[in-house]
């Protein structure tokens, strides 16, 4: 089974088969995975990367995907790739000589999976070829809120927004927030409400209100785990919540929307304005949020 997600940012794992060259690996970034992998094979001449060209053919076994940017997902390419040389990542030791390159990069990955900011991500771990997969090192498992699942994924073009099966799916649009009862505006930078996938919950608000309400025991933090809906009030997961505004909870895949406009910009932009308020003129969410503003240059 092939998983459709639109607007794709994923961050990808190759691995040589060529003898010469067996065993080698190289990290990616991609939009669309079918065509990227296609690219590497073909050499530097048709898209490839100069690294990968004519060291085919090359398998790609693991994405991670869910980013809410192209920034974000260019950020962990670029962690990924040198771990050593980022920040977050200091606790890391380097390559012994007697592990592989592969078992190298998962050991990596596996710490980036649980580091600041991207342990907050509702990020997917995805295993695409079943015949590479490897468990994580006890104690570096993703966290609970990352899915690991298995299978290809193909990038789509679609519009944000859940798909209901049938017309009688479809609830009644609520007219104002559930945490701030302000009327919803066409055209307000919050955008479509976020709604409760739970039957029967009518719950809608602004993401950044739902994501006050839920971060209100962790008010140093921007992007939320998980929190009681305000509706039906059972505990539900954020990732859980942005999949289903995105039309693909059914999957729990993420399908983040573009690097101009998503969540977790708004959660940024309101991180800022809230610091600006309290006199502060250095943004709070610099460390944490401040790389996944688009346009932000890479490290």
Not at 74 to 85: C, M
Not at 269 to 292: K, W, Y
Request: with cysteine.
């Amino acid at each position: 089974m092939v998983v459709e997600v639109s607007s794709f940012y994923g961050v990808y794992l190759l691995y040589c088969t060529n003898p010469r060259y067996h065993g080698r690996v190289y990290v990616g970034f991609t939009v669309n995975p079918e065509r990227r992998i296609g690219q590497h094979n073909a050499g530097k001449r048709r898209g490839g990367a100069w690294k990968t060209s004519g060291r085919g053919p090359w398998e790609m076994v693991l994405i991670i995907h869910g980013f809410p940017s192209d920034v974000a997902a260019l950020r962990f390419e670029w962690a990924w790739q040198h771990p050593h040389s980022s920040r977050r990542l200091t606790h890391v030791t380097r390559r012994t000589s007697r592990e592989r390159q592969f078992e190298f990069h998962l050991r990596v990955v596996a710490h980036m999976l649980r580091a600041t900011p991207w342990c907050r991500l509702p990020l997917t771990v995805r295993w695409l070829k079943q015949e590479y997969r490897r468990d994580f090192p006890p104690g570096l498992e993703p966290p609970l809120h990352m899915p690991v699942a298995f299978g290809q994924v193909r990038a789509v073009r679609g519009t944000k927004g859940a798909r209901p099966e049938s017309d009688e799916e479809l609830p009644v649009a609520p007219k104002r927030c559930s945490v701030c009862l302000k009327r919803f505006q066409d055209g307000e930078e919050d955008g479509t409400p976020l709604r409760c996938f739970h039957t029967g919950c009518s719950m809608a608000a602004h993401i950044t209100c739902l994501a006050q309400a839920f971060l209100q025991q962790e008010p140093d933090q921007f992007i939320p785990i998980e929190g009681q809906c305000p509706g039906c009030k059972n505990t539900v997961l954020w990732g859980d919540l942005i999949r289903h505004y995105k039309g693909c909870y059914g999957d729990l895949e993420a399908d983040p929307t573009s690097s101009q406009e998503h969540w977790a910009s708004e959660l940024n932009r309101e991180g800022v304005s809230r610091n600006a308020s309290n006199g502060d003129s250095s943004p709070l969410v610099e460390d944490d949020l401040g790389f996944l503003a688009a346009g932000t240059a890479l490290p």
